[in-house]
């Protein structure tokens, strides 16, 4: 049995969720055991909880320390039978989180799958539903699978009542070289807001106007949604390439000014926009499962962040591939073989 130490590295959910998801695919059990150590509330949060038990419903595993504020963990592993499922995170806990738990087992089973998750769809420390659907899922959809995602209800955080429905056809993952973003095909910045006053959103889209100013006036829009999907803003900011679709995205908080906000998601893309790597930091993290599943492939990145060293971390602990990070002019090459 795997054994791995929750309070190493980046130390948060994303140990829990990718270790599920290595474990079905490769059979190998696993326990985790300080989970979350370092964060202010330690343990099993509860869409950590949704997320283990969507694993295990999808597959027969067993389960020991199931529970929130659980500090360890052990999972043996069943065998992952595609079929319908309902999984409901409660209150703005993220679906995406969960989809990134059971999608690749389910994208390798001997048969199609569909999946309704409800909960929280654009929340803090989550990737919004936008990111998962233009972002993600189209670099799944050419390594094999085909993978397609709804959004049938917006849940802000922090009330969740969102709602997503996904398809998943199965098919192996062939490696895939994610070096060049191609041509550059347009931008766009959307203030997303429910419940609120539009104010907000115009003072966001304001402030976003002036530090990319040399974005296209029609880049700009506003999208109110209706209120009983709030209250909550966001904003998201997109870069498009023919080959990879960047999302930035920034939660109205409290005692945070929408122009704040507005300054640091702007900062981001410019940065983005200005650097050559494929994935930015969020997208790196997520592209180490498919890439050693597919057992090679290759991608560019930024200056590697802690969620994507323990990624690697796991990764390697899971299937023992080679995995390697190197610098390539001015970027960083993360290849797998």
């Not at 949704?50 to 065998?79: M, Q």
């Not at 849940?155 to 994610?178: H, K, N, Y």
């Not at 973003?181 to 976003?208: C, D, H, K, N």
């Not at 106007?209 to 700009?220: H, M, S």
Request: glycine share 10%; hydrophobic share 40%; proline share 7%.
């Amino acid at each position: 049995m795997i054994t791995i130490d929750g309070s190493e590295g980046e130390g948060g959910g994303q140990m829990v969720r990718n270790s599920c998801a290595l474990s079905l695919v490769t059979g190998e059990p696993f326990r985790i055991t300080s989970i979350r150590a370092k964060r202010s509330k330690p343990g099993l949060m509860r869409q950590h909880v949704t997320a283990v038990e969507a694993a295990a419903a999808i597959s027969g595993s067993e389960c020991t320390g199931l529970a929130v504020g659980s500090p360890e963990l052990t999972f043996r592993p069943g065998r992952t039978v595609p079929g319908e499922y309902h999984f409901a995170v409660g209150t703005a806990g993220s679906t995406g989180l969960v989809l990134q738990t059971v999608l690749l087992p389910l994208a390798l089973a001997n048969g199609p799958s569909r999946l309704v998750l409800e909960g929280g769809t654009h929340n803090m420390l989550a990737p919004p539903f936008e990111f998962i659907e233009r972002t993600f899922l189209p670099i799944i959809n050419r390594m094999g699978p085909q993978v397609s995602a709804r959004l049938v209800r917006h849940g802000f955080f922090p009330r969740g009542g969102g709602r997503i429905e996904v398809d998943i056809t199965p098919a192996p993952l062939a490696p895939l070289d994610c070096t060049t973003r191609g041509q550059a095909l347009g931008v766009s910045a959307t203030a997303l807001f429910s419940a609120l006053p539009g104010e907000i959103a115009e003072r966001m889209l304001a402030r976003t106007r002036r530090d990319l100013a040399d974005w296209p006036e029609d880049a700009f829009r506003l999208h109110q949604v209706p209120a009983d999907q709030g209250p909550g803003i966001i904003l998201l900011l997109e870069a498009r390439y023919a080959n990879i679709t960047e999302i930035v995205s920034a939660f109205g908080q409290l005692g945070v000014t929408a122009e704040r906000l507005a300054k640091t998601s702007a900062a981001r893309i410019q940065g983005y926009a200005d650097a050559s790597a494929f994935a930015g930091p969020y997208l790196a993290d997520q592209l180490v499962l498919p890439f050693v599943l597919a057992s090679g492939g290759a991608f560019t990145t930024v200056k590697p962040s802690q969620h994507l060293l323990t990624a690697i971390d796991i990764a390697r602990t899971f299937t023992g591939r080679r995995i390697e990070i190197s610098r390539e002019s001015g970027d960083h090459l993360i290849s797998v073989g």
